[in-house]
């Protein structure tokens, strides 16, 4: 039943009770980081109230998922999105009314492009990761490696390669912490690595711990990004310090409608919230009586409006995006090095200048990029694919990775390598969740052409989500029923009033086949976007997707069979 789910959820998000440690704290953060950080708005909504609205579930916990998903996405700790049912819809072959919709694909033994506006210019959301992962497996290759560095002085290595401790536990050195911007790092991996100090018999740094954060430049947000969506975990900043996703977890209390909205936050865990929140019913929640937060740049958050009362009272969960992430690694030095009873003489620093003469003693090493890159667009993750970006900028330019060089770096390896040029194509992050990005289907299409042609030394295909089976595309409406179950490989993208979907098609003769349908200016009456929203219906768009994919699958031309 739903509930002993939810409860499930939740108490392996926030334990028993409400005392916790540091360690079990970070313990929280590691296991719910990945739900969090993986959703834009539209895609945590349609997800969280998805997986409450099965005609088994109980009226009751209906209205509770109704009001959950009117909080997001502040409100999505502990859903997992892609075990959601899904409302499968028919294929209608008329578009939706306003709608602007380009299409382009191919079909078997032809080099001939089909579809219409495919040379318009169209918002492309997470699809844009495949740019994003076609540069990096082209550059960086599968194998590579993000690498957090523990350094000291080169003077502070014996010759036996252990570090020079006196007697009384004493390392005349300073610490430095080379940062990556590996996106896999946890707080775990963190207290892991700066636990080697403590394997040296260090109980006393006689210098600085220094954060190295030079490995990116200029601002961790790019440009475009909803001011109202930087709260939420899917917009976490993308900077050389990512310490679980970047997002942390907290709970509101309440103690049924008109109280107050008491936040409680892990033991330990470098935050502090303000709630100015007023408890409701959930059939009083909505409209302008909603839950909002905004950010301060030492990790303050001011939560206020309204929060539903769920049934029994059980407190709320949130995820909240970090907005300082230098402030969020000294906070969480500091806090596991007074665990590890190591203190130091001359406090943390950030440094944005790389250190030298230094030795490295101990190091964490991310999974293999092709690892990184499935799961980038598997959960459609904003974060990893910036950071991805961002570290393909640093080793080409052999800079600090700007969201601009990592631009400029994706357009050069394309055309150097791929032979693509993006052309007047508009990019401004590697995560499409900036509105300000617009590509063409027609050069996504040369994308995805790129690719299909060279998977076997791209390995790309295989880490895509497939219809009805994994990823952001396991429950997608136009997908789900035969005959394009299993058939559909490729990404989603998801924006507000944008709905997207490129990649490649298995067509009934058993060839795979690239597409791209891009779906902007999405909207309906008011009563169908109360519907979508309280998923009561899928949204009426997919019906026309459907059409098209169906179309495309039985290898029709666009404009002469349909």
Not at 122 to 146: C, I, N, R, V, W
Not at 167 to 194: A, C, E, Q, W
Not at 237 to 244: E, F, G, Q, R
Request: proline fraction near 6%.
């Amino acid at each position: 039943m739903l509930p002993a789910l939810f409860v499930t959820c939740y108490q392996r998000l926030f334990g028993v009770g409400s005392a916790y440690t540091s360690r079990t704290a970070a313990a929280t953060h590691d296991a719910t980081a990945d739900t969090a950080a993986d959703a834009t708005t539209a895609d945590a909504v349609a997800a969280a109230t998805s997986v409450f609205n099965s005609p088994h579930r109980t009226t009751n916990f209906k209205a509770y998922a109704l009001s959950l998903a009117l909080a997001l996405p502040l409100i999505v700790a502990g859903l997992t999105l892609s075990s959601t049912p899904a409302y499968a819809i028919a294929a209608k072959s008329e578009p939706l009314d306003g709608a602007q919709i380009g299409v382009a694909y191919m079909l078997p033994n032809s080099n001939k492009v089909y579809g219409k506006n495919s040379n318009l210019y169209f918002h492309p959301a997470s699809t844009q990761k495949l740019l994003t992962a076609l540069a990096a497996m082209l550059y960086l290759g599968p194998d590579y490696e993000m690498v957090t560095r523990l350094e000291v002085r080169a003077d502070a290595v014996g010759a036996n390669k252990r570090l020079n401790v006196d007697k009384t536990g004493t390392l005349n050195s300073d610490v430095i912490v080379k940062f990556t911007g590996d996106p896999t790092m946890r707080i775990d991996h963190y207290r892991t690595l700066l636990a080697v100090l403590q394997r040296h018999g260090v109980h006393k740094i006689n210098g600085k711990v220094i954060l190295d954060v030079s490995r990116f430049g200029g601002p961790s947000r790019a440009n475009g990004w909803s001011w109202s969506d930087l709260p939420s975990c899917f917009t976490a900043p993308s900077a050389p310090i990512i310490l679980n996703r970047n997002c942390t977890f907290a709970q509101l209390v309440t103690e049924g409608p008109g109280s107050h909205a008491s936040p409680l936050i892990p033991a330990g865990v470098p935050i502090d919230i303000v709630s100015d929140v007023t408890a409701v019913s959930a059939s009083d929640y909505g409209g302008d009586c909603i839950l909002e937060a905004n950010l301060f740049l030492d990790n303050r958050y001011h939560l206020t409006g309204c929060v539903p009362v769920s049934p029994r009272s059980q407190p709320w969960p949130l995820s909240l995006a970090i907005a300082d992430a230098e402030r969020w690694g000294v906070d969480w030095t500091r806090k596991i090095l007074q665990g590890l009873k190591i203190s130091t003489t001359q406090g943390i620093e950030i440094s944005h200048s790389p250190e030298a003469d230094v030795v490295t003693i101990a190091q964490r090493t991310s999974p293999r990029l092709s690892s990184m890159v499935e799961y980038m667009l598997q959960k459609s993750n904003n974060l990893y694919a910036d950071s991805i970006a961002k570290n393909v900028a640093a080793e080409y330019f052999d800079l600090p990775a700007t969201y601009y060089r990592a631009n400029r770096a994706i357009r050069s390896i394309m055309k150097q390598y791929a032979k693509i040029d993006l052309g007047s194509s508009y990019i401004v992050d590697a995560s499409g969740l900036s509105p300000h990005n617009l590509l063409t289907p027609n050069k996504m299409l040369e994308v995805l052409e790129y690719i299909n042609k060279n998977n076997d030394k791209l390995g790309i295909i295989e880490l895509l989500p497939v219809s009805g089976k994994s990823g952001t595309l396991h429950w997608r409406p136009s997908t789900f029923n035969n005959p394009l179950k299993e058939h559909v490989i490729a990404k989603t993208g998801t924006l507000q009033n944008v709905s997207n979907l490129a990649g490649f098609v298995i067509t009934q003769s058993g060839v795979r086949v690239p597409f791209v349908m891009f779906t902007n200016s999405i909207t309906y009456s008011e009563r169908t976007r109360d519907m979508v929203k309280y998923r009561r219906s899928p949204s009426p768009h997919y019906a026309y997707e459907r059409y098209v994919l169906e179309n495309i699958y039985y290898e029709r031309v666009m404009g002469r069979d349909f």
